[in-house]
C-alpha cells in the first residue's frame, strides 16, 4: 500500500469465544462469509487431552442455495467437541460437514507445536541488522536470541556470529585480492544474498 509501516487490521472482540470472534473478524475485516468451529478435550488434571476445529469460507460467486444448504447443515452438527470426543477425525469431521458438497482432500498438513528456527532464517535476520549492531552484539559476547531481535526464536551462540563474518572477510579476500578491505566484507555480509553464495563468492 506504499506505507512504511505493515497494514494492521483490528476488530473488537464480541462474544469473548474464539470461534465466534474470528467468525465476526472475518466478516467485518476481510469481508469473507465464514464459519468457525472449535473444540477441546480435557483430561482430569486440567491439561488438554484433544483439540481441534474447522473454518469454512465462501467462495466468491457461491450460489445461494449452496449457501442455504451449508447454513442448513451447520445448524445441525454436534459441536466439533462431541465430535472429537467421538473419535472422529480431521477427515471425518470434513466429511461430516461438507460430504454431501463434494469433498476433495486435496493436501493434507501435519500440525506440531514447534519453532521454526533454522540457521538460514537466523542468518538473515542477522544480516538485516547491520554493522553496528553486528559489532556491538560480538562485543557483548552474549547468545544472540532472535527474541531480543525481534524475531523470536531459539539462541545463537555469538561465536557462531564471529564464525560468519569471519567468513565473509574470507570470500572478500578471495574475490578482492589485495584490493581487500574490511570495509569490503561488510559489504558482502550487507548485501543480503544467499549465504551460500557469499561464502563461495570465489
Not at 486440567?46 to 473454518?55: C, L, M
Not at 445441525?76 to 472422529?88: E, I, P, R, Y
Not at 469433498?103 to 528456527?117: D, Y
Amino acid at each position: 500500500m506504499g506505507m512504511k509501516e505493515p497494514y494492521v487490521g483490528q476488530v473488537g472482540l464480541q462474544t469473548g469465544e474464539i470461534a465466534e470472534d474470528l467468525t465476526y473478524y472475518f466478516a467485518t475485516s476481510e469481508q469473507v462469509a465464514s464459519s468457525v468451529g472449535l473444540g477441546v478435550l480435557m483430561n482430569h488434571d486440567n491439561t488438554v487431552r484433544q483439540a481441534g476445529g474447522f473454518i469454512i469460507q465462501l467462495m466468491p460467486f457461491t450460489d445461494e442455495k449452496v449457501i442455504d444448504a451449508l447454513e442448513k447443515k451447520l445448524s445441525s452438527v454436534k459441536s466439533v467437541t462431541s465430535m472429537l470426543d467421538a473419535g472422529m477425525t480431521p477427515e471425518d469431521i470434513l466429511q461430516e460437514l461438507l460430504g454431501e458438497f463434494g469433498v476433495e482432500i486435496t493436501e493434507k498438513t501435519e500440525t506440531r507445536f514447534a519453532c521454526n528456527c533454522s540457521k538460514e532464517r537466523m542468518e538473515k535476520a542477522l544480516i538485516s541488522i547491520g554493522r553496528k549492531d553486528l559489532e556491538e552484539m560480538i562485543k557483548d559476547g552474549e547468545p544472540i536470541s532472535r527474541t531480543s531481535q525481534g524475531i523470536a526464536g531459539a539462541k545463537m551462540p555469538v561465536n557462531y556470529l564471529v564464525e560468519m563474518v569471519m567468513d565473509r572477510i574470507a570470500a572478500c579476500k578471495g574475490v578482492s585480492g589485495k584490493d581487500y578491505t574490511d570495509a569490503s566484507a561488510w559489504g558482502v555480509l550487507s548485501a543480503r544474498t544467499p549465504l551460500s553464495e557469499q561464502c563461495h563468492a570465489y
